[in-house]
């Protein structure tokens, strides 16, 4: 009995954090929703019928494509995006949605054809797909079918107007963490980045912000991830290390105790210094001493414990804080449904400044189609990530 109230009272803490989603959509004023051809995409009286697993009894359909059967670590994700899709459907969206999960079996191809058959199904709205380029298939068929797709692809590439992208992005990641930095009294910054985009990403938005706020970039060091190549770069860079009150390491997995050992051995004394991570830290081992009192920017972490409470007691396993993204989107095109309006789903009304409450924080999404999120500071302490600049529970007035 103590563990069936345990759940139900996960079960309703989740359902009042979302709700917030609900309401900050239902109470936005603004100019009526369109898409890019200002044509309501229109709701039929009686839905035709339609091919995959569906879910919930609501009046507006909604397709969520995903790599079900996919080979490998996709087809596990998708399973996982499925089953957080099935949870929020069973605290919002049962008499607001229809929500027809289909497959893509990880294809470009075979998305390209699932997303065609979902708008002849009178699909409203598609969520998903996961991948890169299934993103790209089915985009080429929502949007000249005036359809939003909101997708779980981590590729910025993708991103567009009519195609939102709930992934978390890096370049809010790494303006958290930097204007943190500076609102602390720091101004003399030094960086190792990795070589690729996310490091090219890093370095431009660093600079920006960098000089909008008035502090200086010391210098810069690119590597590849190689202990010979991270050695060079931390050699290179040390003298300015040592001068400068931030070394900003935004790389994840093992690459920051590596830097941290090598600037050790090249003389930089780091104790003296804020060590700057990123969310991308998450992948790191924080128990390493090097990393006591570093800071981060991450998502909200206490709201997605609640998720990952229920989601376990569902079925048995950890979710990863993809889960949490097919949950908010369900969840958030609900809310949507609710105001029964022609044109829910439109470019503008899916960009609400208001933005949406979810199990990963507050979000929002941008002409562009990527998400602004509600980031948390966190500080590492005892080998564990402490909040010590919370996550925010709106967005402010002109933000």
Known sequence: MIQLYNILQTVLRIKVLVLTSIFLVSCQVGLPGQGSLGTPVPVAAKLPPADGQIIGT???RVAMLLPLTAPGNGGRIGLELSNAARLAMQDFGQNSIQLVIK???GQAAKTQGVASQ???EGASIILGPLFSGSVSAASSVTIPANRSLVAFSSDPRRARRGVYLMSFSPQADIERSLRFAISQGNTKFVSLLPVGSYGTLAELTMKEVLSKNGAELLAL?????SNLAIETAVTTIAAAANEATVIYIPDGGKVPNAILQALKRAGVKTGTKMILGSGQWESTNLADRNLDRAVYAGRDQRQFARFAERYKSAYGAEPSSTAGLAYDAVSMVSGLARRQIADAFSFANIESRNGYSGVNGIFRFDS??????G?????????????VSPAPTTFGPGS
């Open 58 to 60: 609501g009046k507006i």
């Open 103 to 105: 497959d893509t079996e």
């Open 368 to 373: 562009t189609g990527k998400a602004d999120r």
């Open 118 to 120: 979902a708008i002849r």
């Open 375 to 387: 980031l948390a500071i966190y500080q590492v302490q005892s080998g564990k990530p402490v909040v």
């Open 221 to 225: 060091q690119k590597y590849d991830r």
